[in-house]
């Protein structure tokens, strides 16, 4: 196993496949080994290679220079780890027919002038896993058919400006895992025709505003894994064409609102890990064609409502790992096409019922490690697609009734890590998930209280063992949550009452304020006094009073309740 054992020396360095096959096998010289099986070669081979048909492999460590007695016919010609350090003046030049040369992870460090000269159909140069340092101006010069120019892990650390000149047919040029700090302004200047420029795992920190100007043929510009902080206005304006922008985990903290104002066909958009705090509401507004977002871990708080109005087509949207606290009203309202969001790992207390309004296609939604206290019971109303949902680790005690009614798909309900209050406000959700969730999805999933519960697991509790203590006579004002909420007189045992609705349950928009009834009867009443985190109602004063609009599935009720403080009797 040459290759393998070979590649063991060079821990530090990444291969690419140089051939399709090194994905199957776990040596690429498996890989060729069984081509060349196949091959049966006949023809005479330099030593330490392998022919076969048009292509040749020199994989031999031992070989200390380019063979000189290539077959003249050769298209191809591969070489791995080998020793020798020079490609000479016009080393290929008896194969005049070649139109790949590779050299993956080999030791050459000089190319003398003309290195690559007499190949006037080459197309395909790979230079993988060397240590240049850096290439003269006029090295590539003659290469005016080359379609692939390869320069991944070379330790390149600059370009001369002039570099690619003559490659009036380059359309895919690779400079991944370099150490190039900048660019020379006109460097990519001759690339008309460029369709993939890969600038990945770089030290990039400042490009030059006109860098990319002449690249108006191209798709993919991949400027992951660099130092970026920003991008100057206009870096981007002549890339109409550009369908994928991959600029993640940089250190962008700010874009200008015109930054991408001119990719008319950008599909995909990756941002993720950068230190973007602020986004002008405009950004993305002229990205019609926009399937893919992920703006995920940056330091966002807020998102400006008609951020995505424009982006019609947007498929998939990541925003987890911010620091936002809630979505305004209307933020996804133009999203009908949206398949998937993430929201999770934020610091959303509150959500408002509107905010999935027309996520008709929406099929997984999360919402996990935010700070969500209560729930709307609309919230979820118009997902009638949705079918993975994850409320894990939030601040959740309890869910409004009905509140996954038209959710006809979703069978993926995760609800571990919340605070679950196992009251008869949670029958609903109980007698949902024996019906429908995939239990394995719950296994972590545990009462907070009341206390004689706390630890039970939600989902195999019995509906009658969901009560709510009330006050015989009267109303009682029983503070949901709180821990000392011991029986007081009898217990509200008509639970299963609920499922014919004979009894509805009424509450606030945060779940402050709950009002239970049955028939014509209200029973039960409580107001969570003191304000909780998140809810905008503020604790109520001595001597005051205040007005609820409760909902429930039956329909709306007001409540007003008022609070005098007497003086204690003796
Ligand atoms: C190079 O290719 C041409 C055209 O395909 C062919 O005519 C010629 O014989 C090839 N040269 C050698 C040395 O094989
Ligand atoms: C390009 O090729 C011509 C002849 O084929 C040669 O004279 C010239 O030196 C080459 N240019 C470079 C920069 O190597
Ligand atoms: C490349 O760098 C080395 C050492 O820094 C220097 O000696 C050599 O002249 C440089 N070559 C080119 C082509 O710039
Ligand atoms: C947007 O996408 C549509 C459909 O894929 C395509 O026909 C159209 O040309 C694209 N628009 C631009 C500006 O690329
Ligand atoms: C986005 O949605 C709003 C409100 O639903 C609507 O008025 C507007 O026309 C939509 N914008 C586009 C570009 O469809
Ligand atoms: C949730 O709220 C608590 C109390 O305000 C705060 O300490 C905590 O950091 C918040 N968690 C998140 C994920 O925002
Ligand atoms: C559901 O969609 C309908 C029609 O678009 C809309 O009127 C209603 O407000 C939506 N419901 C919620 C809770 O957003
Ligand atoms: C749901 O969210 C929790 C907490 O963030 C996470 O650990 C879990 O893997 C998620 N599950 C699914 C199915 O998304
Ligand atoms: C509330 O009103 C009562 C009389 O109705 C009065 O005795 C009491 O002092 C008031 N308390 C406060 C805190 O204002």
Redesign the pocket.
């Known amino acids: 196993m040459k290759y393998s054992s070979a590649s063991e020396k060079k821990p530090g360095l990444l291969a690419p496949a140089v051939q399709p096959c090194t994905k199957m096998f776990p040596g690429a010289w498996l890989c060729w080994a069984s081509l060349l099986l196949l091959a049966r070669p006949i023809q005479p081979c330099p030593m330490g290679c392998d022919c076969f048909d048009r292509k040749v492999f020199c994989s031999d460590q031992q070989l200390a220079t380019i063979p000189l007695d290539i077959p003249s016919h050769v298209t191809d010609i591969v070489f791995v780890e080998t020793a020798f350090t020079t490609v000479g003046t016009r080393a290929f030049s008896s194969n005049s027919n070649l139109t790949k040369v590779v050299f993956l992870n080999t030791l050459v460090r000089h190319l003398e002038?003309?290195a690559f000269?007499?190949l006037p159909r080459l197309e395909d140069l790979d230079l993988t896993g060397s240590s240049f340092f850096n290439l003269s101006a006029?090295?590539f010069?003659?290469l005016s058919s080359l379609g692939k120019l390869t320069l991944d892990f070379d330790r390149l650390m600059a370009l001369p400006e002039d570099l690619f000149r003559h490659m009036d047919n380059l359309e895919s040029l690779q400079l991944q895992g370099n150490q190039l700090q900048t660019l020379p302004g006109r460097l990519f200047q001759p690339l008309r025709y460029l369709r993939t420029l890969n600038l990945e795992q770089n030290l990039l920190n400042k490009l030059p505003k006109g860098l990319f100007q002449s690249l108006t043929s191209l798709q993919i510009l991949r400027l992951s894994n660099n130092m970026l902080t920003s991008l100057p206005e206009g870096l981007l304006a002549n890339l109409g064409s550009l369908q994928e922008l991959f600029l993640d985990s940089n250190a962008i903290e700010e874009l200008s609102p015109q930054v991408f104002s001119q990719l008319l066909s950008l599909e995909k958009l990756w941002l993720q890990r950068n230190s973007i705090s602020h986004l002008p509401n405009s950004v993305f507004s002229s990205l019609c064609n926009l399937t893919f977002l992920n703006l995920q871990d940056n330091v966002l708080r807020t998102l400006p409502a008609d951020l995505f109005t424009h982006n019609l087509g947007l498929f998939h949207l990541s925003l987890s790992y911010n620091q936002l606290e809630t979505i305004t009203e209307g933020t996804f309202a133009n999203l009908s096409q949206l398949v998937f969001l993430t929201l999770s790992h934020n610091a959303i207390t509150h959500l408002p019922m509107n905010a999935f309004r027309d996520l008709k296609q929406l099929v997984k939604l999360f919402l996990n490690s935010n700070n969500l206290t209560a729930l709307h019971s609309a919230l979820f109303q118009n997902l009638s697609r949705l079918e993975l949902l994850n409320l894990s680790k939030n601040q959740l005690t309890m869910l409004p009734e009905g509140i996954f009614d038209t959710n006809y798909n979703l069978f993926n309900l995760v609800l571990s890590g919340n605070p679950w209050q196992c009251d008869c406000h949670l029958a609903y959700l109980t007698s949902w998930l024996r019906l429908y969730n995939d239990r394995i999805l719950n296994t972590h999933t545990y009462c907070a209280g009341p206390a004689y519960l706390e630890g039970q697991l939600v989902f195999i509790l019995k509906q009658e063992q969901l009560v709510c203590p009330i006050s015989p006579g009267h109303l009682g004002f029983l503070a949901l949550g709180m821990d000392d909420r011991e029986p007081v007189g009898s217990w509200d045992l008509s639970v299963e009452g609920r499922a014919i609705r004979s009894q509805c349950t009424y509450s606030n928009r945060e779940g402050t304020v709950v009002l239970a009834c049955k028939e014509a009867q209200c029973h039960w009443l409580s107001i969570w006094l003191s304000s909780r985190q998140g809810s905008d109602s503020p604790a109520m004063a001595y001597n005051s009073s205040q007005e609820w609009e409760l909902r429930s599935s039956c329909g709306s009720v007001r409540v007003i309740v008022s609070i005098e403080a007497l003086a204690a009797k003796p």
């Open positions: 002038p003309d000269g007499g006029d090295i010069s003659n």
